[in-house]
C-alpha cells in the first residue's frame, strides 16, 4: 500500500514510528523519513508494540514538515493522530478502525504481547484513553477511504463517518495460473484465534484430506495437537514458497472474517479456487459458483460440507478464478485513488505532476 502512494507520490516525505531499512522496497528508501524517537533505541525499534497504551503520546511526538497541505495516511491503528497543520488536507486509507479497540479486544490479547496478566491489566484499563483518542483524530480526518465495503459500514459505526471504498491493490502479475492443480489445501496465516485456522485443521482432519498450513503464530502448538498426519506445518516461509503453494493448491481456505483480505485474492490470481467464510471482504472478492464457494456457518461442520460439496462440483477452471480479480492490480488502484482526489481536491491537484501511466 505505501510503495503504491510513493509511486503516486515519488517527492512526498514519509512519516512513521519506526522502520527497518533491509524490509523496504527502493521506492520507499528514495523518500525522506520522519520517525519517532523510538526509531533512534533498537531495542524500542524491535518492541514498539508493547507500547500500545502509549501509542497517543508517542504519536502526538510526530509531525509533518510546516508547510505540507496535503497528508495521505494508511491507518489500521492510531497513526491519523499524527500532528499537522490546521489547514492540511487529511486524506486517512483506513484499513479498519483498530480492531483492539472496537470490538475484539480479546481476540487482540490472545494473539499479542499483552496476553499476559500484566499487559491485560495495562491495556485494559489504558482502553477508554485509546477509543477517545482514535475517535477524536478521526473526527479531525477531511475525508476516509475504506478498503471494503466491511470497513466502510465499521467506520460509519465507529466514528460516524462517511467514506468511499477503494479496494486496496493484489500483485496479480506475480502468479502463474497456468500450473497443474495437486491433491492438497492451503491455509496462509498468522496462526492466531480470530483467523479460525482450527475449523480448517479439523475439517481437513475429519475428511482425511491433505491440508499445508503455512504461518507461525501462538496457535501452533495446539494446532499441530488437533491435526491428523495429512495436515502438514511448514512454519514461516518466503515469498517464493507460498507463491508456489498457490499456483499448485486445489484450492484455498479461508475460514477467518477479514476486513477485506488479500490471501484469497493472490490464490485466484494464481488460478486456486477459494473455500471461504461469507462474512468480511472475502464477500467482495469471491464469486460463489465462479471462483470458490461459502460456507455460512464458522464451524468445522460447515466446511466440511463445503470442502465435499467443492469436490463433488469438480472445482472451478483456473482462468476463471484470475478473471475474478485481475481487475485489482496495482494500476486499477493508483487510477481510482487519483480520479478520488482531483475529483474531491481539485484546488489541490488541478496542477499535480501524475505519474505517467496515469497522465
Same mark, same amino acid.
Given at each position: 500500500?505505501?510503495?503504491?502512494?510513493?509511486? =503516486?507520490?515519488?517527492?512526498?516525505?514519509?512519516?512513521? !514510528?519506526?522502520?527497518?531499512?533491509?524490509?523496504?522496497?527502493?521506492?520507499?528508501l528514495s523518500h525522506r523519513f520522519y520517525t519517532s524517537f523510538l526509531q533512534k533505541t533498537p531495542f524500542l525499534r524491535r518492541h514498539f508494540r508493547k507500547l500500545l497504551p502509549f501509542f497517543p503520546e508517542i504519536i502526538r511526538t510526530l509531525s509533518v514538515p510546516k508547510n505540507t497541505r496535503f497528508v495521505l495516511s494508511s491507518d489500521a491503528s492510531l497513526i491519523k493522530g499524527v500532528s499537522m497543520p490546521d489547514d492540511a488536507v487529511h486524506v486517512c486509507y483506513c484499513h479498519s478502525p483498530p480492531r483492539y479497540l472496537w470490538g475484539m479486544e480479546d481476540a487482540y490479547l490472545e494473539s499479542?504481547?499483552?496476553?499476559?496478566? =500484566?499487559?491485560?491489566?495495562?491495556?485494559?484499563?489504558? !482502553?477508554?484513553r485509546l477509543r477517545r483518542f482514535d475517535r477524536k483524530m478521526a473526527g479531525r480526518v477531511t475525508r476516509f477511504i475504506a478498503n471494503s465495503l466491511c470497513v466502510q459500514e465499521r467506520i460509519r459505526r465507529c466514528y460516524?463517518?462517511?467514506?468511499?471504498?477503494?479496494?486496496p491493490p493484489v500483485n496479480i502479475d506475480r502468479f502463474n495460473h497456468t500450473r497443474a492443480r495437486e491433491d492438497f489445501y492451503l491455509i496462509v496465516s498468522a496462526l492466531v484465534p480470530y483467523k479460525r485456522v482450527d475449523l480448517a485443521v479439523d475439517?481437513?482432519?475429519r475428511l482425511g484430506k491433505r491440508l499445508v498450513v503455512i504461518g507461525t503464530g501462538p496457535e501452533e502448538t495446539d494446532l499441530k495437537r488437533r491435526a491428523a498426519p495429512c495436515v502438514s506445518f511448514l512454519g514461516w516461509q518466503s515469498g517464493a514458497?507460498?507463491?508456489?503453494?498457490f499456483e499448485r493448491c486445489r484450492a484455498f481456505i479461508f475460514p477467518g472474517i477479514e476486513d477485506f483480505g488479500i490471501t484469497p485474492c493472490e490464490a485466484q490470481a494464481a488460478?486456486?479456487?477459494?473455500i471461504a467464510f461469507g462474512e468480511g471482504g472475502a464477500l467482495e472478492t469471491v464469486k460463489e459458483g465462479v471462483s470458490g464457494i461459502f460456507f455460512r456457518e464458522q464451524t468445522a461442520d460447515a466446511l466440511v460440507s463445503s470442502i465435499s460439496h467443492f469436490e463433488q462440483a469438480g472445482?472451478?477452471?483456473?482462468?476463471q478464478c484470475r478473471a475474478n480479480v485481475v481487475h485489482l492490480g496495482p494500476s486499477r488502484f493508483r487510477a481510482e485513488m487519483k480520479e478520488f482526489l482531483?475529483?474531491?481536491?481539485?484546488?489541490?491537484?488541478?496542477?499535480?505532476?501524475?505519474?505517467?501511466?496515469?497522465a
Open positions: 500500500m505505501l510503495e503504491q502512494f510513493c509511486l =503516486l507520490f515519488p517527492e512526498a516525505p514519509i512519516t512513521l !514510528l519506526v522502520y527497518q531499512e533491509k524490509h523496504l522496497p527502493p521506492t520507499l499479542s504481547s499483552h496476553g499476559n496478566s =500484566l499487559g491485560r491489566k495495562v491495556f485494559s484499563a489504558a !482502553l477508554p460516524d463517518r462517511d467514506s468511499v471504498v477503494i479496494h475439517a481437513c482432519s514458497v507460498v507463491r508456489d503453494h488460478g486456486a479456487p477459494v472445482g472451478f477452471p483456473p482462468e482531483a475529483r474531491e481536491f481539485p484546488d489541490l491537484f488541478e496542477q499535480h505532476a501524475w505519474p505517467a501511466d496515469l
